[in-house]
């Protein structure tokens, strides 16, 4: 069976994780969002899976590949151009994504799914397509309720008894809504809706396909169901998913490593003697990282892979990416550290090196320029007791 994942939008709402990252790529206790999207697909038999790409899209190629290490086979639709020795992201949209496949090639002939590349889903993919076609739909979306002071980052959906869609609002306000049915992102067709999708412009599904359907008539239905959907859309998203990841809240989200204490796990060739750390779970370490005697570390928090924390480093409630060295003096509460920034979960950021800090936090890599730095700061405060 066919589905297409989307994976061509550069995610700002997610800055500045996707300043170096795609946000399929964006890592959920080191497993990329869109790894477990197409976990999922292949549960329900999708193996033959297009995606279409555009930023960062090296990224996610080079990762997955033709998919023969998850047992699918991946195609990708790249949607961009080369300007000499750069190439410019010319994004289509969602629905322009699939009209470009589908020009390219035929290749979605029969019904197929598509899917955001953003979002952990374990939907029933037996009861959407039973629906589907029981309603000889062209098009049928996933919904899931959503709060009334959530509808805004949302497209809404309104139906009939039937579940066909008479009305689609793109993010209205709270006030405008029509209903708090949510899209989910999660789509059901047939290669009938590539009539309603014009060539070579940039075109998308929530905010132009499926208000023209519902204006036309089409047979167009949202089905509800229960199940997980947990939508990465931006930085809070990130920090609040991988805390109930953590807290395993997700029972079906794998921890990856080796359990190695109660609430505490660990990769692959970690150094630190635990009986001299203050540690508290639920706490994940990467493989290859060095932890001193002395450190503290509160979950929920992760540490990256290479990492290096020095004796006296307090890691509380936060999330270090792989290859960080952070000083002994270093104090980190509800933070994360990712791409050379220190980020709130609320999204305001300093950037370590235009903020002098990384003698206290910097890649571990560069030991030879830290030890260099930290020399001098010592000695600056040395000089400075004895005036």
Known sequence: MKAMILAAGKGTRARPLTTILPKPMIPLIRKPIMESIIEHLKKYSFNQLMVNTSYLSGDIESYFRDGHAWGV????????????NSFVDTVLGSAGGMKHIQNFSGFFDDTFVVVCGDALIDVNFDDVLAFHRARKSVATLVMRPVASD?????GIVVTDEQGRVSKFQEKPDEKSALSNNANTGIYVF????????????????????????AEL???????ALPFQWVDIGSLQDFWQVNRMILNQELPDYV????????HIWCGLNVKADFSTLDIEGPVYIGS???IQPGVTIKGPAIIGAGCLLEQGAVIDQSFISDYTRVGGIAHLYQQMIFAGKVISPEGTSID????????LIDDKRRADIITAEKSLFNEFLQKDMLI
Do not use: R
């Open 190 to 213: 047939e290669p009938e809706i590539f009539n309603y999708i014009p060539d070579g412009v940039e075109y998308d599904i929530g905010s132009q396909l499926f208000p023209k359907l």
């Open 73 to 84: 086979e991946i195609g990708y639709s790249y949607e961009g151009l080369m300007e000499g």
């Open 217 to 223: 008539g089409v047979p167009f239905y949202g089905i």
């Open 288 to 290: 290859s990282t060095e």
């Open 150 to 154: 959530q509808v805004n980052k949302y």
């Open 352 to 359: 370590l090196s235009e903020a002098g800090l990384n003698w």
């Open 255 to 262: 921890m990856p490593g080796i359990k190695v204490a109660p």
